[in-house]
């Protein structure tokens, strides 16, 4: 068996959800519509095909050079063919899901059972967009846990440090102990000093720990900035609650990183370690390390699927991040361009589709938008 293509697949807008300002860049809109976009498709000699969240310009082109003609079961080998050409770059994360994808589908079997996973089921938390203000964040809390999920993940970015504990201890209010909450400062988004929003110092973030502690949050997320980890490390030292991070790095910075013990839980993204055989390594790494894993993806659709089936095959990561700030925000949004989606059950756990791969397929009333 064969590669013979590697291509874009347009997806078309089927329906304008809106727009939200997410708390971690004042003043941007992040655009929600159902559709939309494009999917990576690797099409094979025998006619199997295999899907992934879209890649862009130079992507496309090395994966063509790269791949075509070449087995696609041999997914770890492709992988490091691609970050070869791509100069370790990045951006192929796309590529490597849809090989998954395709080599689980040639095989029969959904993702997470070909990567030895036992779970069907992943408890989800509803990560928040939105800042808000307590009285909506704690409404919003209270609806989320009406719909099932168990755990929210609240956006720490007021000016004070007043206004942030002010919004969890109006949600602790509205929830009480019955769901768990985490928080995250968001402020590891730059690779270098400066970006959007306030800026904490390391006395905020410790100051702002230590309240959180008391109120029961289960982890404080990126408290300092991305490169940090010296001061990481002594943040960690110094509080009890769990340090979290590590969204936004490289593959090559886990081991590094890891060696300097930022983080109580690390936290890798496919769509930025490359893809799952990335993400993969990075939970290699970091059990290795005697870390804690809790995959993060800000992320919809085919990215989210992709996660829930790594996270699956995982039995040491707890959870699975889903965007999710309704109505604008809601996560079925991402998944409508797909038939059997994973749904939410009365639990708070994202259930994994039983077919092939990532086992959805694109609803063909999508097909034929502008990538």
């Known amino acids: 068996m064969k590669i013979t293509e590697v291509r874009l697949v347009p997806l078309r807008v089927v329906r304008e959800v809106g727009m939200l300002e997410p708390a971690w860049e004042p003043g941007a809109s992040l655009h929600v519509a159902q ?19 879209a890649a862009k310009g130079r992507v496309l082109e090395v994966a063509q050079a790269t791949l075509v003609g070449q087995d696609p079961r041999c997914v770890e080998d492709l ?23 395709l080599r689980a589908r040639i095989e029969g079997v959904p993702l997470f059972t070909m990567c030895g996973g036992g779970r069907d089921r992943v408890p989800a938390y509803a990560s928040m ?5 307590p009285r909506e964040r704690a409404a919003m809390a209270r609806a989320v846990r009406q ?5 929210i ?4 970015h007021a000016a004070t440090m007043r206004e942030d504990l002010a919004i969890v201890e109006a949600v602790r209010a509205a929830v009480g102990q019955g769901m768990t909450i985490l928080c995250d400062a968001n402020q590891a988004q730059s ?4 970006q959007p929003g306030v800026r904490w110092d390391f006395a905020r973030a410790k100051a702002t720990a230590v309240e959180l502690e008391l109120l029961g949050v289960a982890w404080l997320e990126e408290p300092l900035p991305r490169y940090a980890f010296s001061d990481l490390r002594r943040l960690r030292d110094e509080v009890a609650i769990a340090i979290a991070g590590g969204e936004n790095l490289r593959l090559q910075d886990y081991a590094p990183m890891l060696a300097m013990g930022p983080y109580d839980i690390v936290q890798p993204d496919a769509m930025v370690v490359d893809g799952l055989t990335g993400l993969r390594r990075a939970f290699a790494l970091a059990r290795n390390a005697g870390a804690r894993i809790a995959p993060h993806h800000g992320g919809r659709g085919l990215g989210t699927i992709a996660h829930l089936h790594a996270c699956a095959a995982a039995p040491d990561v707890p959870w699975v991040e889903v965007l999710h700030d309704p109505p604008v925000g809601d996560f079925s949004h991402g998944f409508a361009p797909f038939f059997d989606a994973p749904r939410l059950d009365e639990d708070g756990c994202l259930v994994l589709p039983r077919g092939p791969g990532l086992g959805v397929q694109v609803d063909p009333g999508v097909l034929g938008g502008t990538a």
């Open 191 to 194: 690779q270098g000093q400066w």
């Open 129 to 133: 967009i939105r800042l808000g203000d």
């Open 147 to 151: 719909q099932g999920f168990r755990a």
């Open 79 to 101: 992988f490091e063919r691609m970050r070869f050409a791509m100069r370790n770059q990045g951006g192929m994360s796309g590529v490597d899901i849809a090989l998954w994808d």
């Open 153 to 156: 993940k609240l956006r720490l």
């Open 35 to 53: 559709g939309g976009g494009a999917v990576v498709e690797i099409v094979t000699d025998e006619g199997l095909r295999g899907i992934g969240p």
